[in-house]
């Protein structure tokens, strides 16, 4: 069935960056909004960025001017490009799928299993 697997986290410190990758399988989702959530210990999972099919991107406050979302649809890839990050950025990351402008929790319909971010100071 439909498959979102992320890749891409790791441990770095304060400043550094990373790229975060979800591969697509099963279906093609270049009609949906695709995502990226996270969640840190003992807090809840927020959304932090997210693509539409026309191009269109949204981004938390906290990560605006940091992080980049993108996607390369012939190959059902999303990315998250994270730069200057922060020790407050440390969570699991999940690529999520939803339907057109629906990229928010209690509409996601396709979850990954998540990839570690630690950032250290």
């Known amino acids: 069935q439909v498959q979102l697997v992320e890749s891409g986290g790791g441990s770095v410190q304060a400043g550094g960056s990373l790229r975060l990758s979800c591969a697509a399988s099963?279906?093609?989702?270049?009609?949906?909004?695709m995502g990226w959530f996270r969640q840190a210990p003992g807090k809840e999972r927020e959304g932090v960025a997210s693509?539409?099919?026309?191009?269109?991107?949204s981004y938390a406050d906290s990560v605006k001017g940091r992080f980049t979302i993108a996607k390369d649809n012939a190959r059902n890839t999303l990315y998250l490009q994270m730069n200057s990050l922060k020790p407050e950025d440390t969570a699991m990351y999940y690529c999520?799928?939803?339907?057109?402008?629906?990229?928010?929790?209690?509409?996601?319909?396709?979850w990954g299993q998540g990839t570690l971010v630690t950032v250290s100071s």
């Open positions: 999520a799928a939803g339907p057109p402008y629906r990229c928010q929790l209690g509409y996601i319909e396709v």
């Open positions: 099963g279906y093609t989702y270049s009609s949906y909004c």
């Open positions: 693509i539409e099919s026309d191009g269109g991107t």
